[in-house]
């Protein structure tokens, strides 16, 4: 066991998802030494991070599950019945559950999982738990079956049975897709937020306000960064350009500062892509501004503060780059519970639709690789334009 957690306090460093005594030792509860070899080996193939902390929790939570649901760790390779099984155990019908409680997850096995805190559904006013998103049981599928791939192994995962009973409990389960955030950070909800980072007229910006407003202005007109590329941005990946006219199609406009951000390994592209995004105009004088002020010179863009005001060397998470874009809401009097990070990236691509700047444009700033995904923006975005909803006047 000793030698498992320190294995895993080994990968800390890559997988912030071990950090801490208490959650390593979990996970050396959960994970066999072959799963905490595989993932050493992933971390040096060189994963993402976020595919790595999201792989591990997958991970965690199959062994735990199964652990509590059959007695025995995960079997390699899965067997079919053990992937229906797992099915039927986070996707039901909820109106049958209500009147059969042995009808998806049995309580007993998810009261244990919940003691564990590997399960965190909260009851619903009827005290009973609705089955898991199907996004997340379609993930944790995925996460096994990549799991299968790395041990040299092939799994069931596209049986025809699996697959037919997919297909079904996502039908039944009938969860509508909601966005990661509730409502997008347009150009004009931006706006608002910037306001909170003005300070007031005794003693102007703190340097709290220059660096939330660097981080809200990057995100959004870098093409909707994703708070962990936000997080992990480094001094190295920016390059100060020479100015650049605000109307690309008149030279003799007003000249604009501008600078590249070389994204390097992202969720959906690699290091070696050419994925390249501009930043001009404001944007690039306060990212400007709260580099000068910092005084960073190399190391990581964004760093935390202290509630004392004092700069610290370490980066910020993922996290907190949420909870940025949560506290200016709440301070610029909207609801943080309708927005997170993730409210810049579709609201960068829901302002281009907005503005009818063509959809490929749109992409090559936010680098999505899947039209279907981005035009969903544009789609919400001209709903309300449509002719052919105003037929009947």
């Known amino acids: 066991m000793s030698q498992k957690v320190e294995n895993l306090d080994a990968l800390a460093a890559i997988l912030p998802a071990l950090a801490g005594p208490d959650r390593a030792e979990q996970l ?3 994970l066999t030494d072959e799963d905490i070899d595989t993932l050493r080996h992933l971390a040096r ?3 993402g991070e976020n595919s790595l902390r999201a792989l591990t929790s997958d991970f965690s939570y199959l062994e735990g599950w199964c652990l509590v649901a059959t007695g025995s760790p995960l079997p390699w390779p899965a067997p079919v019945p053990l992937i229906l099984k797992f099915i039927a155990h986070h996707l039901w019908d909820p109106d049958k559950k209500m009147s059969d409680p042995d009808h998806g997850m049995p309580e007993d096995i998810a009261r244990q999982l ?7 559904s909260a009851k619903n006013t009827a005290g009973l738990r609705p089955p898991h998103a199907p996004a997340t049981v379609q993930r944790r599928l995925a996460s096994w079956s990549t799991l299968h791939r790395w041990r040299g192994l092939t799994g069931p995962f596209s049986a025809a049975e699996v697959r037919s009973a997919m297909r079904l409990a996502v039908r039944v389960a009938d969860r509508p897709r909601t966005r990661k955030s509730r409502k997008a950070i347009t150009a004009d909800c931006l706006e608002v937020l910037l306001r909170t980072c003005e300070g007031d007229d005794m003693c102007g910006p703190s340097l709290t306000d220059i660096r939330d407003r660097a981080v809200l202005l990057v995100g959004f007109a870098s093409g909707g960064r994703r708070r962990s590329e936000l997080s992990g941005l480094r001094v190295g990946q920016i390059t100060w350009e020479e100015f650049l006219p605000l109307d690309p199609s008149d030279p003799d406009s007003e000249l604009l ?3 590249s951000l070389r994204l390097g390994r992202t969720k959906t592209e690699e290091s070696s892509d050419d994925n390249t995004v501009l930043l001009i105009g404001r944007t690039v004088d306060a990212l400007k501004k709260w580099l000068d002020a ?7 863009v964004f ?6 005001g004092n700069l610290k060397t370490r980066a910020l998470t993922p996290q907190s780059v949420n909870a940025i874009v949560k506290k200016r809401c709440a301070l610029a009097g909207l609801d943080p519970q309708d927005f997170s990070a993730h409210g ?16 490929q444009d749109a992409m090559l700033q936010s680098r999505h690789r899947s039209l279907a995904q ?3 923006y544009y789609s919400d975005a001209g709903r309300s334009r449509r002719r052919s909803a105003r037929m009947l006047g």
Do not use: H, K, V, Y
């Open 28 to 30: 050396a509860r959960l």
């Open 45 to 47: 193939e060189g994963m």
């Open 114 to 120: 919940e003691a564990q805190g590997l399960l965190r």
């Open 257 to 259: 500062p501008a600078a």
């Open 294 to 300: 910092s005084q960073i010179t190399d190391g990581a």
């Open 303 to 308: 760093r935390a503060i202290d509630q004392w």
């Open 344 to 359: 810049l990236r579709s609201g960068f691509l829901t302002e281009a639709a907005n503005r009818d700047i063509p959809i």
């Open 374 to 376: 981005a035009s969903s």
